[in-house]
């Protein structure tokens, strides 16, 4: 089950599900909550219910624990998930997402990290202004960060330029900005607060499933440093990088990541449910 990041939707696994689907296993991709044509509530932004959403959705989809495959936020359910719900998840595959723990330690240490972090997540923290500026002008804004973060091959692409009109279409459905904003508003403000030391403690344990951690080489908004230091919550972690790509991998070099993923996948216990 593959589970995207900021600004985009279930469509930003276009060319990872075809991959997964022809390898013999069953491919879905979801919206969050909040984006696309998924629920709009007022709350639940936040680890815990990501990660219950992500497992209620394995049963609803008729199974009892599937692996799962995320992106930036995304890579954040699927560490939540696999922690909080173990019994639901047999692996996952994270894609420019460190263990949040990790991630956390390295914006507080390495300036670089915590540069590259700190103005998107304190703009987040306004009122009604970040909402504002992510949808004014056709999501101009939204334009600026993905080709701010992304490599530059992938910019000049056919690819890029549709990718960046769905999703500046995605991102002015009504309610959307807001509660893609709420991830790091919730991001932010929990570190003061009770909820936030709670889900620090819960998630402070090791996983005892295969972890497959991909970066995109030229990614400046994650760096690798967090990504390594990763392996100390997974006793069996695979990090690996996408040379030419930046923070969104698998939509840059899908022939480079959809094959690590199917390699990986390959490599679990467990029969294929396709084929």
Not at 17 to 22: C, E, R
Not at 39 to 52: A, E, F, H, N, V
Not at 66 to 75: C, D, N, P
Not at 157 to 185: F, K, M, N, V
């Amino acid at each position: 089950m593959f589970l995207h990041g900021f600004g985009g939707f279930w469509w930003s696994w276009r060319h990872l599900l075809p991959q997964v689907h022809d390898a013999g296993y069953r491919a879905v991709a979801v919206d969050l909550r909040g984006y696309g044509d998924s629920d709009k509530p007022p709350r639940g932004y936040d680890g815990w219910t990501l990660s219950g959403d992500a497992s209620g959705l394995i049963r609803a989809l008729g199974h009892t624990s599937a692996t799962l495959v995320g992106h930036a936020e995304g890579g954040l359910g699927c560490w939540a998930a696999a922690t909080l719900h173990p019994r639901a998840v047999t692996a996952i595959a994270v894609i420019s997402s460190p263990h949040p723990i990790a991630l956390k330690r390295s914006a507080l240490r390495n300036r670089g990290q915590r540069s590259a972090m700190l103005g998107h997540m304190t703009f987040a923290q306004l009122p009604r202004m970040p909402e504002d500026r992510l949808t004014r002008d056709d999501g101009a804004a939204l334009v600026e960060l993905i080709a701010e973060r992304s490599g530059p091959a992938w910019t000049e692409t056919a690819d890029y330029a549709d990718a960046i009109a769905r999703y500046r279409s995605a991102i002015q459905i009504p309610g959307t900005a807001h509660c893609a904003l709420e991830y790091s508003r919730w991001a932010w403000r929990s570190q003061f607060r009770p909820d936030g030391s709670r889900f620090a403690s819960r998630m402070n344990q090791r996983l005892h499933i295969p972890v497959l951690a991909l970066r995109g080489e030229q990614d400046p908004y994650i760096l690798s440093q967090p990504v390594l230091s990763s392996h100390d919550w997974a006793v069996d972690y695979r990090p690996r990088e996408i040379v030419g790509a930046g923070h969104f991998a698998h939509e840059e070099a899908p022939d480079d990541a959809g094959p690590q993923i199917v390699e990986f996948l390959r490599s679990l216990p467990g029969p294929r449910l396709l084929n």
